[in-house]
């Protein structure tokens, strides 16, 4: 049983843990470790033996006070998040999508951040973004059945939708409120249900503009009958 320290070699942060010496391979169950091992790769990093035990109790103990001693949990160059000890690694308990990263306390989820892989970081800012965004719902509009969708940005480009049209057709004040786009109508949740769809472009609408034109006359906008004028 001992005490480990681990260090990786690239940027110099390092992790404090224990183990019982049951298993050899053993390199730590710290999440922030964790990731940095996946980032940099195993054969980055040197584990050293602290101190060695004789029971369980020392184990923990020590492993506390190495903890304590080293300030390992604040310090910005160290993987550990917890106090150590029976506890362990407290960081699977941790709701990363609720903190607050802005503050300054929380170096030890900056830390997380910094040592995801791209693609993970990717993959984390996408859940965060669905769990943070509107609901929508969209259907087509000969079909009412309504489907949700949380990324209506992402949907937008799946289906060749201009992303301005869900807020255009949602905006009362609009002249497209309620109407539909490329075939499909699209729904934010806390708006009331859609009316069903009326397709009024073969209804001959008259806008006062038939039959009529305009000219500049002084700077200013003169209407006229086209067909008046035409016979003039």
Excluded at 24 to 50: C, D, M, W
Excluded at 80 to 103: H, R, V
Excluded at 104 to 123: C, D, F, I
Excluded at 131 to 157: F, H, M, N, T
Aim: charged share 30%.
């Amino acid at each position: 049983m001992h005490i480990y320290k681990i260090i990786n070699n690239t940027n110099g942060k390092y992790y404090i843990g224990k183990t019982n010496g049951k298993d050899p391979n053993y390199f730590g169950s710290g999440k922030l470790l964790r990731q940095a091992v996946k980032k940099y790769g195993k054969e980055n990093f040197t584990r050293i033996i602290l101190e060695e035990v004789d029971s369980l109790d020392a184990l923990n103990t020590r492993e506390q006070e190495w903890i304590a001693e080293t300030n390992a949990v604040e310090d910005p160059m160290s993987y550990n998040l917890a106090q150590g000890g029976e506890g362990g690694d407290l960081s699977s308990y941790i709701d990363y999508d609720k903190i607050d990263y802005s503050d300054h306390k929380m170096e030890g989820v900056k830390q997380w951040r910094e040592n995801l892989t791209p693609k993970e970081l990717a993959e984390w800012k996408e859940n965060n973004r669905l769990a943070k965004c509107k609901e929508w719902y969209v259907s087509r509009v000969d079909d009412p059945k309504e489907e949700l969708v949380l990324g209506i940005s992402k949907w937008c480009e799946e289906h060749g939708v201009d992303k301005s049209m869900p807020s255009a057709l949602n905006n009362p004040n609009h002249h497209l409120f309620q109407k539909q786009t490329k075939g499909w109508r699209i729904r934010r949740a806390d708006m009331p249900p859609l009316p069903p769809y009326e397709n009024r472009r073969h209804i001959p609408t008259d806008n006062g503009c038939k039959g009529r034109g305009w000219k500049l006359v002084d700077g200013k906008r003169v209407w006229y009958d086209k067909y008046k004028h035409n016979q003039e």
